[in-house]
């Protein structure tokens, strides 16, 4: 099952089953059920799955408009494809993947190893990547710094989780990140990581009923700078070292998960720093099951 959120200018915004290329509104409208959050907190709260609520709330009417004419930029006086859903929290694990392991070890200016380290280490690095606010959809911006000069993609595998650990369903996911801030010291993670469009999720949900083995998936991405390929890059889930049941427990230790909690699992595609970010270009990142993260880059101060 695929979901997804639609942004109306008369309605908000608006959950929905994507079917071929038609949408078919799902809410509750009685108990205030309009988001895709919305659904996911009130399937937890009456101990259903997502998909058993979503096939009980959806529509049998679909939206007017077609899959191909929500799937646009982003436009606040029309409809339009929105993100998948508007996050309490994201989380993200770094250094899942052993090429990343190296590539931060290479270029850090100061504690030679320590990613490397955190690769065969018992626990995982997990850090804060933020709120709803600072995450788009596709078709919509993501943040350069003005601070940075390398500011690099980093396409990963996006889960959806409840209160209760449980895997709700899988999305598309670009980390971006300014590297050359990690790179000068650690300690300055937080500012590498987070900041106004500093996570894209998209384009759709998809439950994780009808993904039987997320290891399977396959990652490409691709950014282009006008009509040139700028870079490419591809890997598969299955390359990474660590279980998302496992990278799920850290989270969950003595820390308190809210329904709706998005984890990031980790990149295995390296941007080089001759392809650092610049204004207007054009990320593609792709996951055949789910669909393309189409995103532009933009400056922000």
């Known amino acids: 099952m695929k979901l997804v959120q639609v942004y109306d200018p008369k309605k908000g915004i608006q959950a929905g ?10 809410a509750y409208e009685e108990k205030g059920v309009r988001s895709l ?20 709330l959806a529509s049998k009417e679909p939206l007017p408009l077609s899959w191909e004419l929500l799937n646009a930029t982003a ?26 392991a190296e590539f931060r070890d290479e270029d850090t200016q100061t504690s030679k ?27 919509d911006f993501i943040g350069l710094r003005n601070d940075s000069k390398f500011t690099a993609v980093e396409p990963e595998l996006a889960v959806l989780i409840d209160g209760k ?24 993670l937080p500012q590498s990581k987070i900041f106004r469009g500093c996570c894209a999720l998209g384009p759709v949900l ?15 991405c691709t950014i282009r700078r006008g009509t040139s390929v700028l870079f490419s890059g591809e890997t598969t889930v299955g390359m990474m070292k660590r279980r998302i049941e496992e990278l799920i427990d850290f989270l969950f230790l003595a820390n308190t ?38 995103n532009v880059a933009r400056r922000i101060s």
């Open 113 to 139: 190893g320590i990613y490397d380290y955190v690769y065969f280490a018992k626990r995982p690095e997990l850090f804060f990547k933020g709120r709803a606010g600072h995450c788009t959809g596709t078709n």
């Open 75 to 100: 436009d606040l006086d029309r409809p339009h494809l929105a993100i998948p859903i508007h996050p309490p929290e994201v989380w993200a694990c770094g250094v899942t993947y052993k090429k990343s």
């Open 165 to 188: 650990r449980k895997v709700l369903g899988y999305m598309v996911a670009n980390d971006v990140s300014a590297w050359d801030i990690e790179r000068e010291n650690p300690l300055y």
């Open 17 to 26: 089953k994507l079917e071929e290329d038609k949408v078919y509104p799902v």
């Open 37 to 56: 959050l919305d659904l996911v907190q009130y399937a937890s709260a009456v101990d259903m799955e997502l998909p058993e609520v979503v096939d009980e």
């Open 206 to 220: 998809v439950t994780a009923d009808t993904v039987p083995d997320p290891y399977k998936l396959k990652v490409s």
């Open 257 to 294: 998960v809210p329904d709706g909690t998005v984890l990031l699992t980790g990149t295995g595609i390296i941007q080089t720093e001759e392809a650092a970010l610049q204004e207007n270009d054009v990320v593609e990142i792709t996951v055949p099951e789910i669909g393309t993260l189409r």
